[in-house]
Structure formats: structure tokens, C-alpha cells
């Protein structure tokens, strides 16, 4: 057993309780864990201040000075302890509402201490409440040291684990520990990047001698940490395409047929871009894995038939995968009107596809003749058998597991299908080479011409007449209106009666207009029935939750409000907009809240009202949220960071990738002796594991 992976229990001062609590509170098990529980803010002891220097204006000081007097102020739950703390310049008050008997034992009169804390102002007297406390020792004297603050509970306070104690774990776990860390990138790497050793960016994340050697320490541990993930996706890509032989694709008899006959409208040329990324690659003799990006209405879905053409050019089938019926139903009505045009058999298969008319289609799937199958989860189903399936595409890949995505793959007994992955969530650059590294990536990043942005305004609740009117006049010249509510608590009941409550108001506002409504709560069929009245016109106005996220494609919907916006993330907000504006004419997102807004909402509702791209949107939710919450729990475990932050270190990363690029390029199995650290470090860290920087 390594030294890293040491139980906690056996280091002094800890044992088999603390040990218990640390795991419990801060999944803390073995010395590798403590160390990597890095601080996440420092306290600068760099310099003490004079009492004459301190206002309530500065951040938390250092000062040196004696205690001239001590009393107990006020009785039972309203008791006080007060110390008088003098230096030469003046005096300042420390005060204690808790602990009142610790202290006591703890301070005496007329002896030098430095205390440390946050300086605030009663009346004419500057007090400091619950500072920290410390006899003057050789090196609190000097100073000149950043205090590192770790992550801690609650729980761990009230059982006298504080950061002080969590400080002197770390001296002693790194005392030992120092002999035992070793280099794990190749010194070429260090000296082109000017990034310091393994060794001493640790001893300088926990104990930094100043600020430089801090900025050091962190750059160097944010990189490694995010060049071994890039290493892993990139080492699994590389792998793949070595392995799995794809099916060659070049007959375009078909596609160049489409295009002169058949294709409605001009491809942008961010679509042309993307078309010939995937032409390069289904003709390439490796099967390809691309992820295609694009905005809401950005025009994913003709680009996706494009692929499929080249497939049946190639005499194989193509099979797409959407997350729910209604998409599933869409995709399928949209791509009909083209295979009917050029005589090609589509077929849809979704769970309530009866037993009898699945029959034809499985028999036709199976001798060829069906060629492309468009559905949900059905088509992972045992019976579903191609003949030869030449691409999959799935739409919506963060609604899918990675293993229902391989179910597919496996379709065949000899070559796999190439795989096109589509979602119109943008990711942000970094989220993706992490999400989806081992992907090529596609984007298209223009909306097709004579689409106009939408108009997003901002309302208070205040203005409600003034948003019914426009609503009215909107519905008088024949557009449809979405309004929206969010899931606001953990209780169903509760989300409905607020449905309800809004469904009501707006029917007593709009009485002589037909009003649908939708929810999570109702049966398949009806939710069908409801959004297929709306999508015919029949109802002009559609109540809703977030149900309508995804998918459904009414043209002539042009106004979008929704309710309550300040509860809803920020890439919610551009999917629900991303309803509207599928037409030519001018479409309108209207975001009402009350006037009370928090500094993170009002950042999120300023940020949809100034821009209409997704990329853009997506940046900025991911500085406001960070990685996990963007993705969903299921992809939440390849971001399982330590240190690094891939809303703010965007730049690093790009270099981290690069990196294990060019060494893979040149040393696809780490043999170059130069290489021999990442290989080391690469073999020791378990199989499973996502994150290959740690230590082991």
C-alpha cells in the first residue's frame, strides 16, 4: 500500500472518530485525500496593522497587542465576553457570544498576543466579534505568511474541527508526505510552460511563501489535473479509431441529386462547413463520433438528412434517436416530405406503435428495404435488427446514457455505424473538449436566412395589464402565445394549483380565447391531444411548465412569456425561446418577475435580453453555476474537478489539450523515455477512475 493511500485514522491527532467524521462530512478517507483537500481562500498574515490603521472599511487584519482588561456583559442567552485589546496607536474591542468559557480559560491580561479577524464599528468604538486568538510564538512575530482556509461543515465545527485544527493536520500529513510525491510531468512540458514541480506546487497550495509562488502552485495543479483528462479522452479516442474500422461512404449520386431537386432553401454556410466535416469522415475508413452543436432552429435536422443520404448512397440505413414521442413524431414529419420526394422508405417506431404494425417494419428493417428508422428508446429494443446500419444519430444526446448510445452501435455483426450525436443545448467550449472530448465537435453558428432574432424584453409583474394588451393585439393578427410557469417546489400539488392559478387568471383576462394546457402530470395522450390542437391552431394560447422545453415546433407561436423567469437557470430560458421565432415573422419572449431579484437573476435576465446566442448564453451560466448543474447528474461524474474551473480557466485548458495532443500525436503509448512520468502516473491511477491527476 502506498503512502497516499494511508487511512486518515493512523496520522496523530485523529483516530478512529475524527477519521469517521472526516469521511462523513468531507469524504476524506486516506492521506491523498487530505492533501488534495486544497484551501479555497487565504488569509493574508502578510502584515500587521496598527490599531490607529483600522476601519470597518478593511478586510479581516492582523494585529499584535495585549489584553488590559476582560469582563462578562448582559445575562443568560444575552451574555457577552469583552476583552480590551490594546497597541500603541489605540484600542479596540474583542467580543465572544459563544464559547464564553473557553475563552475565559484561554485569555489573561497584560500578556502580547495577535489577534486576527474581521474589524467592524458600534457607535464611536471599533470592535472585532470572535477573532482568532494566539500567544505571540517566534513565527506569528515576523508575519509574512498567507493562511490557507479550508472547506469545512457545521458538524465538524461543533466537534472541535476547525480550520485551525485542519491547518496542523496538514503540516504533519505533508511532513511525511514530501519524500513520497513524485514528478508527474515530463520536464520538456515544465520548462515550455514555465510551470514550477508537483512537489513544491503542493507545498505552496497549502502554505504559499507569497502571492507568486501561490499563482505558481495553482496554475501548475489546475493544469495537470486538466491535461490528464484531456490525456484519458484523447488516449480513448485515438484508441477507437484504431480499432473500429468505419463503413466507407463516397457515392453522393443521391446527395448531389437532393441538392439540384429537392433541398427547399440555400444551406448557410456554417451548415456547408459542418457537411463537409462529416463527408471527410464517413468517407475516411474510420467510423466516425461527432457531436453537431447548434442553436435552437439553427437547422441541425437537414444537415442530419444529408448525413443519412450519404449512408443510403451507400446502400446501408440510417436510424435516428430522439429522447421523447412528440420529437420523435416531429423529426419524422419533417424528414418524410424529402424521402417521399426521392423515393426513399422512412418508417416511425415509438412505444405506442401497435404490436401489428411493428411487424412490417421489423421484417422490412431487417431485409433492407426499410431504409431509414426514425424513434425513441424503441429502437434499442432486442427485436429491432438492421440489416446494415450505416449511421446512427442521436438527437438530444444529454437526455441519453452513454450505454444506451453503445446499445445502438451494437447493431451490427461486422463494421460499426458512424455516430452523429446532435443537441441544441450549447455547451460551452470548455464543457465540451471535457464532456465530449473524445468527439470531434461540429457547430453550426448562424440561423438560416430570413429568420429574424427574437426581441426579448423584461417586465415586472407590475406592468401585467400592459403585456395582456400586447398579447391580445398579437392573437388579433392570427400569431399563438406560449406561457410558461416553472416547477417551483418539490411538491407536485403545489407546482399544479400555481399552474392552475395562472391558468385561471389568464382565463378570466382572455374569455373569448380558446386556451390549451400542459403538464408533467398528464397521460401521454393528452399531453398529444393538447399540444396537437395548439400545433393545428385550434387553441390559441398554451399554459404550460417546462414540459414544452424540447421540441415542439409550432411556426405560427411568436410570443413567448414566461412567468416567474428569475426561478428558471439560464440555458432554461434560451431552450423556452427557442420555441418561438420558427416562422418568418417577428417572434417576442417577454421575462416577468417581481421587483425583488437576487444579483445572479438579474445577471441572467440581463444577459438574455442583450444577446440571442446560445454560445454566448451558455458562457455565462456556467460562470454563474459551474459545470455539474449545467449537464445533469449523469454527466456530472467526468467533471469530478479538484481545483481546476472550467468557467474561469478556459485558456489553461485549451493548453492542457493541446499538450496531450502533441505528445499522443508523437507517443501514442507513452514508450519515449521523456515520457516515462505521465506514464507512470497514468498506470498507477485505477481503470475506473475519471480524473488521472490525482494522487496515488
Not at 457537411?275 to 457531436?291: F, P, W
Amino acid at each position: 500500500m502506498s503512502f497516499f493511500d494511508t487511512s486518515l485514522e493512523f496520522l496523530k491527532g485523529v483516530g478512529p472518530q475524527r477519521a469517521a467524521l472526516l469521511q462523513k462530512e468531507l469524504k476524506l478517507f486516506t492521506f491523498g485525500d487530505l492533501i488534495q483537500h486544497y484551501p479555497f481562500r487565504y488569509e493574508d498574515r502578510t502584515r500587521f496593522y496598527s490599531i490607529s490603521e483600522v476601519n470597518e472599511s478593511v478586510p479581516f487584519v492582523q494585529i499584535k497587542g495585549k489584553i488590559t482588561d476582560i469582563e462578562l456583559i448582559g445575562d443568560k442567552h444575552k451574555r457577552r465576553l469583552v476583552a480590551y485589546f490594546a497597541d500603541e496607536g489605540g484600542e479596540i474591542e474583542l467580543v465572544w457570544f459563544q464559547g464564553i468559557n473557553w475563552v475565559t480559560q484561554k485569555i489573561k491580561p497584560n500578556i502580547e498576543y495577535v489577534v486576527f479577524g474581521k474589524p467592524s464599528r458600534y457607535g464611536s468604538k471599533l470592535s472585532m466579534a470572535h477573532p482568532e486568538i494566539d500567544l505571540i510564538t517566534e513565527k506569528s512575530e515576523k508575519g509574512g505568511y498567507l493562511q490557507p482556509v479550508y472547506p469545512l461543515s457545521e458538524k465538524l465545527r461543533t466537534r472541535y474541527i476547525d480550520n485551525k485544527f485542519l491547518v496542523k493536520l496538514q503540516q504533519d500529513v505533508l511532513k511525511g508526505a514530501i519524500s513520497h510525491i513524485r514528478e508527474t510531468l515530463p520536464t520538456s512540458l515544465l520548462q515550455q510552460l514555465k510551470l514550477i514541480g508537483k512537489k513544491e506546487a503542493i507545498i505552496n497550495i497549502h502554505f504559499p511563501k507569497n502571492h507568486d509562488w501561490l499563482t505558481s502552485a495553482l496554475r501548475r495543479l489546475k493544469f495537470e489535473e486538466l491535461f490528464f483528462i484531456q490525456l484519458r479522452l484523447i488516449k480513448m479516442k485515438l484508441v477507437r479509431q484504431g480499432k473500429f474500422k468505419g463503413i466507407v461512404f463516397n457515392d453522393t449520386a443521391i446527395l448531389t441529386n437532393f441538392y439540384k431537386e429537392h433541398l427547399p432553401f440555400d444551406l448557410t454556410e456554417a451548415q456547408k462547413k459542418v457537411v463537409r466535416e462529416i463527408y471527410t469522415d464517413m468517407k475516411s475508413g474510420k467510423q466516425m463520433n461527432r457531436l453537431l452543436q447548434g442553436d435552437v432552429g439553427s437547422g441541425k435536422t437537414i444537415v442530419g438528412f444529408i448525413s443519412i443520404l450519404l449512408a443510403i448512397g451507400g446502400d446501408t440505413q440510417a436510424a435516428l434517436m430522439a429522447p421523447t414521442e412528440i420529437l420523435a413524431q416531429q423529426h419524422y414529419t419533417n424528414l418524410k416530405k424529402y424521402a417521399d420526394k426521392m423515393g426513399i422508405s422512412i418508417a416511425l417506431l415509438t412505444g405506442s406503435v401497435k404490436k401489428s404494425a411493428r411487424k412490417p417494419i421489423h421484417e422490412q428493417l431487417a431485409n433492407g428495404t426499410l431504409k431509414i428508422l426514425i424513434g425513441t428508446h424503441a429502437l434499442l429494443e432486442e427485436e429491432v435488427k438492421f440489416n446494415q446500419l450505416g449511421l446512427a444519430i442521436i438527437d438530444e444526446q444529454h437526455r441519453f446514457g452513454v450505454a444506451q448510445r453503445s446499445k445502438l452501435w451494437q447493431k451490427n455483426n461486422h463494421l460499426y455505424p458512424h455516430v452523429l450525436v446532435m443537441t441544441a443545448t450549447p455547451i460551452p467550449r470548455t464543457l465540451a473538449m471535457t464532456l465530449y472530448g473524445d468527439l470531434e465537435i461540429s457547430v453550426i453558428d448562424e440561423l438560416p436566412k430570413g429568420r429574424k432574432p427574437i426581441k426579448t424584453t423584461h417586465r415586472f409583474d407590475s406592468h401585467r395589464l400592459q403585456v395582456n394588451a400586447f398579447i391580445k393585439s398579437q392573437i388579433e393578427t392570427g400569431r399563438q402565445v406560449y406561457i410558461v410557469y416553472p416547477l417551483i417546489e418539490e411538491s407536485e400539488k403545489l407546482d399544479l394549483k400555481h399552474l392552475m392559478d395562472g391558468y385561471e387568471s389568464i382565463a378570466r383576462a382572455f374569455p373569448e380565447v380558446p386556451i390549451s394546457i400542459l403538464h408533467g402530470q398528464m397521460k401521454p395522450e393528452a399531453k398529444d391531444f393538447e399540444m396537437a390542437r395548439f400545433a393545428k391552431g385550434e387553441t390559441k394560447i398554451m399554459v404550460a411548465t417546462t414540459v414544452i422545453e424540447v421540441g415542439v415546433d409550432v411556426p405560427n407561436a411568436s410570443v413567448m412569456i414566461i412567468e416567474s423567469a428569475q426561478r428558471f437557470g439560464l440555458s432554461q430560458l434560451h431552450q423556452l425561446r427557442g420555441r418561438v421565432g420558427r416562422g418568418a415573422e417577428q417572434s417576442y419572449c417577454i421575462l416577468m418577475t417581481d421587483h425583488k431579484l437576487s444579483a445572479e437573476s438579474k445577471t441572467r435576465i440581463e444577459t438574455m435580453v442583450r444577446t440571442n446566442n446560445g454560445f454566448e448564453i451558455a458562457e455565462t451560466d456556467l460562470k454563474l453555476r459551474g459545470p455539474g448543474d449545467l449537464m445533469g447528474t449523469q454527466q456530472s461524474g467526468a467533471l469530478d474537478l479538484l481545483i481546476a474551473d472550467l468557467g474561469k480557466d478556459g485558456e489553461l485548458l485549451k493548453q492542457a489539450r493541446e499538450s496531450a495532443n502533441t505528445i499522443l500525436e508523437k507517443d501514442p503509448l507513452l514508450e519515449l523515455p521523456e515520457n516515462i512520468h505521465i506514464l507512470h502516473q497514468v498506470e498507477s491511477m485505477k481503470k475506473t477512475a475519471v480524473n488521472w491527476s490525482r494522487i496515488s
